[in-house]
């Protein structure tokens, strides 16, 4: 995949210590990825990346919201979402990702792409189950949930004939015992 050039970070000219970097994340982000489960996206992104003499801490924190469907009622609204996500970065012989919170990068790199790392732990960040926040508290308005409303599964009456009697007996288990002593 074609790496996005404004989430590589050139950390070689950088001093130790920490520093700052600030990333506004918007749809096309997330359409670089071929991921289209989002109508938009507003998303803060603030990294920190803390460097010292033989490795980099980075720490990922983001806010925001995306636009989603209900998984109910399939009616747009605003998920916010917010996390963080911390990884290092350390040098070695090859590259290496296998570790989801540890980096390998080759002696001589002097720059760092983190546009996987945000992806993932954006979309991580949301629930699993998206629901509009009016289906909780009962105001939305919609035409799937009268339709759920009108389908959903009334309290059943049993008719008067399979009543359980006084004594607590279904008169069709009676008929059955008789089987049982009509030998």
């Known amino acids: ?23 506004e994340i918007e749809k096309p982000f997330f359409e670089h990825f071929e991921y289209d489960e989002f109508q938009s996206a507003s998303i803060s992104l603030e990294v920190l990346l803390v460097k010292k003499a033989t490795l980099l801490e980075l720490m990922l924190s983001f806010k925001g919201f995306v636009s989603v469907h209900c998984d109910i009622t399939n009616e747009p609204f605003d998920q916010p979402i917010d996390g963080s996500y911390r990884f290092v970065v350390k040098f070695g012989d090859e590259y290496n990702d296998e570790n989801e919170d540890l980096l390998i990068l080759p002696h001589g790199s ?49 008719d008067i004939a399979d009543a359980p009697d006084e004594d607590g007996t279904d008169p069709r288990w009676d008929q059955l015992k008789k089987l049982l002593t009509d030998k």
């Open 110 to 158: 002097y720059e760092v792409n983190i546009q996987q790392y945000v992806y993932e732990s954006i979309v991580l960040s949301l629930p699993a189950r998206r629901v509009h926040p009016g289906v909780e508290d009962g105001t939305l308005k919609s035409e799937i949930l009268e339709k759920l409303e009108e389908l959903r599964v009334k309290e059943r009456t049993e």
């Open 1 to 23: 995949m074609k790496e996005l050039k404004e989430f590589t970070i050139p950390f070689v000219g950088l001093k130790i210590g920490e520093h700052r970097f600030n990333f």
